[in-house]
């Protein structure tokens, strides 16, 4: 069983920059994508950025020049570096990653999501 456990959120002002982390753990005979998602009351899970065991990336059109999203491998941790924030960046971040576990059942996985306050 893979679990994610997010790290980082918090408060900060509006353009400020916070940094948040997933670690994975488990076995799994692949974990890949790796991807941060963002929720706000009301609203649908969106995608923020997403990376691939290869370094691609994609980003959300609201993010792009402001967040960096990066992985290590050898550790199975995702990043996603924060910059300029606003306070429509408020939300609960989610890590998110594409299983292969030994049995080859796939699955996505989810963290417990970590919170991102930007004040005005």
């Known amino acids: 069983q893979v679990q994610l456990v997010e790290s980082g959120g918090g408060l900060v002002q509006a353009g400020g920059s916070l940094r948040l982390s997933c670690a994975a753990s488990?076995?799994?005979?692949?974990?890949?994508?790796m991807a941060w998602y963002r929720q706000v009351p009301g609203k649908q899970r969106e995608l923020v950025a997403s990376?691939?065991?290869?370094?691609?990336?994609n980003y959300a059109d609201s993010v792009k020049g402001r967040f960096t999203i990066s992985r290590d491998n050898a550790k199975m941790t995702v990043y996603l570096e924060m910059n300029d924030l606003k306070p429509e960046d408020t939300a609960v971040y989610y890590c998110?990653?594409?299983?292969?576990?030994?049995?080859?059942?796939?699955?996505?996985?989810w963290g417990q999501g970590t919170q991102v306050t930007v004040s005005s």
């Open positions: 998110n990653a594409d299983v292969i576990a030994v049995s080859r059942a796939r699955f996505a996985a």
């Open positions: 990376i691939t065991s290869g370094g691609s990336v």
């Open positions: 488990g076995v799994a005979l692949s974990i890949d994508p």
